[in-house]
């Protein structure tokens, strides 16, 4: 009997995994709860921020206090972020969180009971809690890879990114319309409410975990904090994936901050500065939902590099003078582009070895702020001395010019965990 000839049916390719879409991510109980957190949380800070600036510019009638009173909330973060992030990893998360939050609620709750507060103790009250925020923070972003598995963690950052943009905006709005029928210190004990509400549903809605670094080391909280960032600097991957998180977002800054200047160059007056000054933001909640809820993984990979480059090409448009339609077309096209930080969420948490992965997110936060802090100073120099587009136009150069310079880590693959830097 003849020998039959073996028959070898093609391999059938893998089928493709379903897209990971917005209704898996909220799901999962737990992240429902730190968003309904998060946002309000975010909603809390806008109200403080505008209930602050508008009591101490009516106690003081000083538009140098009033600048002061909004930046308090803002500079001392980095305080917090170069010197006690590590909290986020040798507590357990929910305590962290929730004292966080509670902590964040004093100023409001103080401020609004007791409106007369000389303004230096009520900025200095101010301040002193704000250097908590990148705490819990980061204990929030530290904890969201336990809640969320794959590609939600990915789109959870998204939804957090979400939130934060347009709860700003409504927070702003809101708190508009609060002052418009109640004194500022209405506004202020709002701000208090819903931060204190935050960190009840925090507490009651979060499971206890254990802590993921080692509570008995001998090291204090500043000292772990210093270690723990420079092991995460020394790291190549670590650092190059920081560095792309940062630059881009730091020049795309500096050029905000000259819309209102560049409004004036054009002969405008300062209230037409307000499309404008929405535009990034809405570009950026365009692109987070197209890339974060329409494109795969792999696809979100390949675009992040494109994106980059695409937040500062547009800005280029600012060299010749464009319009304030287009320039608010310019802006908008700018902010899609932020949805590059998208492809490389993965790789950045690949990255981090589990004991400072808390401390790593409040890192990349502290980076983000202090840079934006500095940015617009440097392109105010610039606008000074060249002229408003001019300089918006250099950053976008320069926003080009990092995104080439940092391709490496827009396009490099996550590494595996034998490869993560070593823990303190």
Same mark, same amino acid.
């Not at 705490?135 to 990915?154: K, Q, T």
């Given at each position: 009997?003849?020998?039959?000839? !073996?028959?070898?049916?093609p391999?059938r390719?893998?089928?493709?995994?379903?897209?990971?879409?917005?209704r898996?991510?909220?799901?999962?109980?737990?992240?429902?709860?730190?968003f309904?957190?998060m946002?309000?949380?975010?909603?809390?800070? *806008?109200? *403080?921020?505008?209930?602050l600036?508008v009591?101490?510019?009516?106690q003081?009638?000083?538009?140098?206090?009033?600048?002061?009173?909004?930046s308090?909330?803002f500079?001392p973060?980095? #305080?917090?972020?170069?010197?006690?992030?590590?909290?986020?990893?040798?507590?357990p998360?929910r305590?962290?969180?929730?004292?966080?939050? $509670?902590?964040?609620?004093?100023?409001?709750?103080?401020i609004?009971?007791w409106?007369?507060l000389?303004?230096?103790?009520m900025? /200095?009250?101010?301040?002193?809690v704000a /250097?908590? %925020?990148p705490?819990?923070?980061?204990? =929030?972003?530290? &904890? $969201?890879?336990?809640?969320?598995?794959?590609?939600?963690?990915?789109?959870?950052?998204?939804? +957090?990114?979400?939130?934060?943009?347009?709860?700003?905006? #409504?927070?702003?709005?809101i708190g508009g319309?609060i002052?418009a029928?109640?004194?500022?210190?209405?506004?202020?004990?709002a701000? @208090?409410?819903?931060?204190?509400?935050?960190?009840?549903?925090?507490r009651?809605?979060l499971? !206890?975990?254990a802590?993921?670094?080692?509570?008995?080391?001998?090291?204090?909280?500043v000292?772990? /904090?210093?270690a723990g960032?420079i092991?995460l600097?020394?790291?190549?991957?670590?650092?190059? #994936?920081?560095?792309?998180?940062?630059l881009?977002?730091w020049?795309?800054?500096?050029?905000?901050?000259l =819309?209102?200047p560049?409004?004036?160059?054009?002969?405008?007056?300062a209230?037409?500065?307000s499309?404008?000054?929405?535009?990034?933001?809405?570009?950026?909640l365009?692109?987070? &939902?197209?890339?974060?809820?329409?494109?795969?993984?792999?696809?979100?990979?390949?675009?992040?590099?494109?994106?980059a480059?695409?937040?500062?090409v547009?800005?280029?448009?600012?060299a +010749?003078?464009?319009?304030?339609?287009v320039?608010?077309?310019?802006?908008f096209?700018?902010?899609? @582009?932020?949805?590059?930080?998208?492809?490389?969420?993965?790789?950045?948490?690949?990255?981090?070895?589990? *004991?400072?992965?808390g401390?790593?997110?409040?890192?990349?936060?502290?980076g983000?702020?202090?840079?934006? @802090?500095?940015?617009?100073t440097?392109?105010?120099?610039?606008?000074?001395? +060249?002229?408003?587009g001019?300089?918006?136009a250099?950053a976008?150069?320069?926003t080009?010019?990092?995104? $080439?310079?940092l391709? %490496?880590?827009l396009?490099?693959?996550?590494? /595996?965990?034998?490869?993560?830097?070593?823990s303190?």
């Amino acid at each position: 009997m003849p020998a039959t000839t !073996p028959q070898f049916r093609p391999a059938r390719p893998a089928p493709t995994p379903p897209r990971t879409t917005y209704r898996s991510v909220f799901a999962a109980r737990e992240f429902r709860v730190l968003f309904a957190a998060m946002l309000m949380y975010v909603l809390g800070f *806008e109200f *403080e921020i505008l209930g602050l600036s508008v009591l101490v510019y009516a106690q003081t009638r000083s538009p140098f206090w009033t600048a002061l009173a909004f930046s308090m909330g803002f500079a001392p973060q980095a #305080l917090g972020g170069a010197l006690f992030t590590s909290l986020a990893d040798r507590l357990p998360a929910r305590a962290v969180i929730a004292a966080g939050l $509670l902590t964040r609620a004093a100023p409001g709750l103080v401020i609004g009971l007791w409106p007369a507060l000389p303004v230096p103790v009520m900025l /200095t009250l101010v301040a002193a809690v704000a /250097t908590v %925020a990148p705490v819990f923070a980061a204990a =929030i972003s530290g &904890v $969201l890879p336990d809640v969320l598995d794959g590609d939600r963690f990915v789109l959870g950052r998204s939804v +957090f990114s979400l939130t934060g943009s347009a709860t700003q905006i #409504l927070g702003l709005g809101i708190g508009g319309a609060i002052l418009a029928a109640l004194p500022a210190r209405r506004l202020l004990l709002a701000a @208090g409410l819903s931060l204190l509400a935050a960190a009840v549903i925090a507490r009651l809605g979060l499971r !206890p975990r254990a802590a993921r670094a080692d509570r008995a080391s001998t090291q204090g909280v500043v000292r772990a /904090t210093v270690a723990g960032n420079i092991a995460l600097l020394a790291d190549r991957t670590v650092r190059g #994936l920081l560095l792309v998180q940062w630059l881009p977002a730091w020049f795309v800054t500096g050029a905000e901050a000259l =819309i209102v200047p560049y409004t004036g160059s054009l002969g405008q007056p300062a209230s037409a500065a307000s499309p404008l000054l929405a535009a990034v933001p809405a570009g950026m909640l365009l692109g987070d &939902v197209i890339v974060g809820r329409f494109c795969r993984p792999q696809t979100r990979q390949r675009l992040a590099f494109p994106l980059a480059a695409l937040m500062g090409v547009p800005l280029l448009a600012f060299a +010749f003078g464009p319009p304030l339609p287009v320039a608010g077309a310019v802006l908008f096209a700018c902010g899609i @582009g932020f949805a590059y930080a998208l492809g490389i969420q993965q790789a950045f948490l690949d990255s981090l070895p589990t *004991e400072l992965r808390g401390q790593a997110f409040g890192l990349n936060s502290t980076g983000a702020m202090a840079g934006q @802090g500095l940015f617009p100073t440097a392109t105010g120099g610039l606008a000074a001395a +060249f002229g408003a587009g001019v300089a918006m136009a250099v950053a976008g150069a320069a926003t080009i010019f990092a995104a $080439l310079a940092l391709r %490496a880590p827009l396009t490099g693959p996550a590494r /595996t965990n034998s490869d993560k830097p070593a823990s303190r």
